[in-house]
Structures are given as structure tokens and as C-alpha cells.
């Protein structure tokens, strides 16, 4: 694999203008991004660590997506195990805002050596220190969806390390902007699906609440009437009847909740 990356690089760097055969790297890119026919493929996240990974020849990547307290959390990874904490391997918020703000593909290495990022970045974007003390860890790509980051891709460091140049830069960006679009739809989704569920739950509550309201309303009917008419016979047989059927139906209830 490392002799194959170094040919690749050497190759690349004498004979050719471009680094990259665009047409053949974009229609790779989009059929990694569609929805594959293994297992392993299923997974969106891991697509988009795979698609954009295979771009630059990273061997793996980790795909981290907003969680609920607002940090960036490892979400899945391809051919890259995370064997650190996972409390610990987060983004900050801070960081967060400033690759978005600044839109910068981070060079993990510049980073490493002092506070410039790779694309001329002159900022400290407060890296976690578990992402720069991993030496796997080799560029840092924000996925933005009309500036509103929703992930975060952490590419491995391919077999024969160098330095990102603007080509690198100019197919991350873009393809970044491109797999942003597939889990922003994904996203959208899933919310119109839990909205569906929601308003499907509602309707369904709503029936039962009516039926809890009559039998309700049937009860208190009865204490009501038992304060004054307890006494009758005929009243007392009737009141066990209709017991015995809100008893009945209340059952019938649990049923269907069940």
C-alpha cells in the first residue's frame, strides 16, 4: 500500500497538470454517496467518511455530527476504531464555530507545529487534544450545508504522508459541500418521519381521550346521582351495571394501549 501511495504521489506531482482525473474521482465520489447494496454501505455516515476519504487516499476517517449538548461527536467511522473515550472525543463548540465561520480544511500537521492552518488560517481553532495527539489524524475537513455546519470528516493519514496543496483543498471543499447536501436530505427525513410519527400518535391519542372523557364523565354522572338516590334498589342495580360496563370498557382500553 505505501509503495502504491508513493507512486500514485510521484506520478501525480511529474507527469500530470492535475492532481486528479476530476471525472473519474466525481462519479466514484457520487456512487460511494448513493445507497449501497452491503451492509456496510447502508450506513450515510459511513459513506460520507468512505467517499470523501477515498478522495485523497486516506486509508479510513471518523465522521462527527452536532450532539445534544451542542458538541460534535464521533457518529461513525470507516476503517478508523476510536479507541478513545467517548466523552472525550468531542468538538468543542468554540472549534465548531470557528471552522465554520472560517470555512478552513485544517491541516492537522500545521496545527501540530503552531496556530496557521493550511489554507493561510492565522487562528487557533482550539482543537481537542485527543484529535491533535493522534498521529492518524490527518486533515480535518468541515461538511457545510449553506454555512451551517452538519458534520465534521477526520481523514487518516495515507500511507505516504505530504503536504495539502490548493487542488487538495479546492476537491474537499466541494465535495464536502456536496456530501453536506446528502445528510442535510437525511436529516430533513428523519424529522419529517418523527413529525409523521407524532401527528399519527395525536390522532390515535385523540380517540382515546375521548373515551376516557365519556367514561369519565359517566362515573362522576353516577357519584353524583348515588348522593341522592342511594338508597333505591332499582338505582343501586342499575349503578353495578354501568360499573360493570366502564370497568369493562376501561379494560377494552388497556387492550389497545397495549
Not at 458534520?151 to 505530504?162: D, E, G, I, T
Not at 375521548?210 to 353516577?222: M, Y
Amino acid at each position: 500500500a505505501r509503495a502504491r501511495a508513493w507512486l500514485s504521489v510521484m506520478i501525480s506531482k511529474h507527469f500530470f497538470e492535475h492532481r486528479y482525473d476530476y471525472r473519474s474521482e466525481w462519479m466514484r465520489f457520487t456512487a460511494t454517496l448513493g445507497q449501497g447494496d452491503g451492509e456496510e454501505d447502508c450506513n450515510l455516515h459511513r459513506r460520507v467518511a468512505k467517499a470523501l476519504a477515498e478522495l485523497t487516499g486516506s486509508p479510513g476517517a471518523l465522521l462527527m455530527v452536532l450532539g445534544a449538548a451542542g458538541s460534535f461527536r464521533v457518529a461513525d467511522q470507516w476503517h478508523w476504531p476510536v479507541d478513545v473515550d467517548a466523552d472525550d472525543a468531542t468538538l468543542s463548540v468554540r472549534s465548531a464555530f470557528m471552522l465554520q465561520e472560517t470555512r478552513h480544511i485544517v491541516d492537522l500537521d500545521a496545527q501540530r507545529r503552531g496556530p496557521a492552518g493550511s489554507d493561510g488560517a492565522g487562528e487557533d481553532l482550539a482543537l481537542p487534544d485527543w484529535l491533535l495527539a493522534d498521529p492518524r489524524a490527518w486533515v480535518v475537513v468541515p461538511v457545510l450545508h449553506f454555512h451551517r455546519m452538519i458534520a465534521v470528516v477526520v481523514l487518516h493519514r495515507p500511507p505516504v504522508s505530504r503536504a495539502l496543496d490548493w487542488e487538495d483543498l479546492d476537491v474537499l471543499r466541494i465535495a464536502g459541500q456536496q456530501a453536506a447536501s446528502y445528510l442535510a436530505e437525511s436529516q430533513s427525513q428523519a424529522a419529517l418521519s418523527e413529525a409523521r410519527r407524532f401527528d399519527e400518535f395525536n390522532r390515535r391519542f385523540a380517540f382515546i381521550m375521548h373515551d376516557i372523557k365519556n367514561l369519565a364523565s359517566q362515573i362522576g354522572l353516577l357519584a353524583r346521582n348515588a348522593e341522592r338516590h342511594a338508597d333505591k334498589p332499582e338505582f343501586r342495580a342499575d349503578m353495578v351495571e354501568t360499573l360493570k360496563i366502564s370497568a369493562g370498557r376501561l379494560s377494552d382500553l388497556l387492550v389497545r394501549l397495549a
